[in-house]
């Protein structure tokens, strides 16, 4: 089974799953590869007085390394990283992953304005077609000035917490914003991920769009990573069943691995 290039552990403030339980979940479906992106937002507002978001690396490391090593003859271990991106904390973003050897870094945007679209408050005060906007002029800022990732995850997250989820969404209604972020990330060699985590969500398709997946591919994109954004294990490889036909739907033959933050193309 094609490799799960994010999912999340109890290194994640939104998750408590242990890693070996999703390793095994893995092993059990017959995947020869994941790799674990815990969330790193250095910007995310604090709930209840707590900082949170933050991760310790020494113990992320010593912990996934350990595992890595245990079940080295079963599966193939990846240390990357879900990085928040903003442009205020752009040093401290790059600093944090030059001291780190992580294999796979996932640059994904959650705080737009101090706020998450996760929560109802994100969306008060402004129409739907405003507040989707402004999520894609974030992404577009951080494409343009930030580069110490490998690929931009979920591009239209917003999507999956908007008051009516994607009933009201056309992506073509924000064509021009895609069509700048996407040629931007080809530019910069980055690639973008199908995160079938929209579909858990009730979404009519992954995160992102397979229409903006295939238009990534019609661009000249090449790097595609595939993942579930699972948090629990009977997450891990959601609705993998279908993945092979949405990379072949969109132009893909391979999907796209990484090593020391270098990519590898497996042909399906």
């Not at 193939?76 to 973003?93: F, V, Y």
């Not at 992404?139 to 989820?165: C, K, M, W």
């Not at 009519?204 to 903006?212: A, F, G, R, S, V």
Request: glycine share 6%; aromatic share 14%.
């Amino acid at each position: 089974m094609i490799g799960d290039y994010h999912v999340h552990t109890k290194f994640s403030s939104d998750c408590n799953s242990e890693p070996e339980e999703l390793i095994k979940k893995a092993i059990s479906l017959g995947m020869n590869e994941i790799c674990f992106t815990d969330h790193v937002d250095f910007d995310y507002p604090p709930e209840n007085g707590q900082t949170i978001f933050r991760i310790n690396t020494k113990e992320y490391f010593n912990t996934l390394a350990a595992l890595r090593d245990s079940y080295k003859n079963r599966i193939k271990i990846k240390i990357g990283i879900e990085l928040g991106l903003n442009p205020s904390i752009e040093e401290m973003n790059s600093s944090f992953v030059k001291s780190n050897d992580f294999d796979f870094v996932i640059g994904s945007s959650h705080i737009i304005n101090g706020n998450d679209p996760y929560y109802p408050e994100f969306w008060e005060g402004k129409s739907i077609k405003e507040a989707v906007m402004s999520y894609f002029e974030a992404i577009l800022r951080n494409v343009t000035t930030y580069e110490n990732y490998d690929v931009y995850g979920h591009l239209d997250y917003i999507v999956r917490y908007a008051p009516d989820q994607d009933n009201d969404y056309n992506w073509k209604d924000y064509y021009d914003y895609f069509d700048t972020i996407l040629r931007l990330l080809i530019d910069k060699g980055k690639g973008i991920e199908i995160n079938t985590a929209g579909l858990k969500y009730g979404l009519k398709n992954p995160n992102p769009c397979l229409d903006i997946v295939k238009m990534y591919r019609s661009l000249g994109g090449e790097i595609i990573t595939t993942g579930s954004d699972a948090h629990k294990a009977c997450h891990i490889a959601y609705s993998y069943e279908i993945i092979t036909d949405m990379l072949k739907n969109t132009g893909f033959n391979y999907y796209t691995i990484f090593k020391e933050r270098k990519p590898e193309f497996v042909s399906i």
